[in-house]
């Protein structure tokens, strides 16, 4: 039977592992230079956002020992599936409401 993590410090650690620009995720994997570049100005919009800049915020994460969204951890915390569904979803979402407002 495996032991729990009861070390809060670690109790979210994602997976590290080396990997170029095009891996995401713990899983690895490569995604499309589309999704690459999905994926970099998605982690740039949340890295900048309240969650990382607003102090109060960040200390408030620490507190309740969840990560703060800091671009590394967020190129980190999805697979690359993940990123590309979001990849898919963004665009099925900004195709139908391009053809709307024509």
Same mark, same amino acid.
Request: aromatic share 6%; proline share 5%; with cysteine.
């Given at each position: 039977?495996?032991?729990?993590?009861?070390?809060?410090?670690? %109790?979210?650690?994602?997976?590290? &592992?080396?990997? /170029?620009?095009?891996?995401?995720? /713990?899983?690895? /994997?490569?995604?499309?230079? &589309?999704?690459?570049?999905? @994926? /970099?100005?998605?982690?740039?919009?949340?890295?900048?956002?309240?969650?990382?800049?607003?102090?109060?915020?960040?200390?408030?994460? %620490?507190?309740?020992?969840?990560?703060?969204?800091?671009?590394?951890?967020?190129?980190?915390?999805?697979?690359?599936?993940?990123?590309? @569904?979001?990849?898919?979803?963004?665009?099925?979402?900004?195709?139908?409401?391009?053809?709307?407002?024509?």
């Amino acid at each position: 039977m495996k032991a729990k993590n009861k070390d809060p410090k670690t %109790k979210n650690a994602l997976p590290r &592992e080396a990997g /170029g620009a095009a891996l995401a995720g /713990g899983n690895g /994997g490569v995604l499309s230079p &589309e999704v690459v570049t999905f @994926r /970099g100005d998605q982690v740039k919009l949340l890295a900048k956002s309240g969650w990382n800049c607003c102090s109060s915020i960040r200390e408030g994460l %620490k507190k309740v020992n969840l990560p703060v969204p800091s671009a590394t951890y967020l190129e980190a915390a999805f697979t690359s599936k993940q990123w590309t @569904r979001a990849y898919q979803a963004t665009s099925a979402l900004r195709d139908h409401f391009q053809r709307r407002t024509i």
